[in-house]
């Protein structure tokens, strides 16, 4: 694959992946979104826990294909975390990893607490 189909496909990753993370964290505010968003963190939470199994605890996919793609290109990839990446890559802050996976699980968690209760309501209600 040619080095600019990379860059494109890189690009592609960073946004789509960065707007997912965002989509996980704030979608249960909108009640159109809420199903979506429930949908979405149980994916993570598929790939995070039962992929986990086999592939290690916290395995995205996500991060998994975009990490071979910056390889490809040649890119040293400065975390094992993609949330730690991100404030690397966004914010130039190096905060230490295990933080701030602690703080993405815990996030992660709530979120799909507040999530799962609110559909569960809307769903009783019908």
């Not at 294909?65 to 390889?71: A, K, T």
């Not at 602690?102 to 799909?112: A, G, K, P, Q, S």
């Amino acid at each position: 694959m040619s080095e600019p189909i990379l860059q494109i496909i890189n690009i592609f990753f960073f946004v789509f992946h960065t707007i997912l993370i965002l989509f996980n964290i704030v979608g249960w505010i909108v009640p159109k979104w809420r199903f979506a968003n429930l949908i979405t963190l149980s994916l993570t939470a598929f790939s995070w826990f039962i992929l986990g199994i086999w592939y290690g605890w916290g395995y995205c996919f996500c991060v998994d294909w975009h990490w071979q793609v910056r390889d490809l290109l040649g890119y040293q990839n400065l975390s094992t975390s993609y949330i730690h990446f991100l404030i690397l890559k966004l914010g130039g802050i190096d905060i230490p990893v295990n933080l701030v996976d602690t703080w993405t699980v815990i996030i992660f968690l709530l979120v799909f607490i507040v999530s799962s209760y609110l559909n569960v309501i809307k769903w009783l209600r019908k």
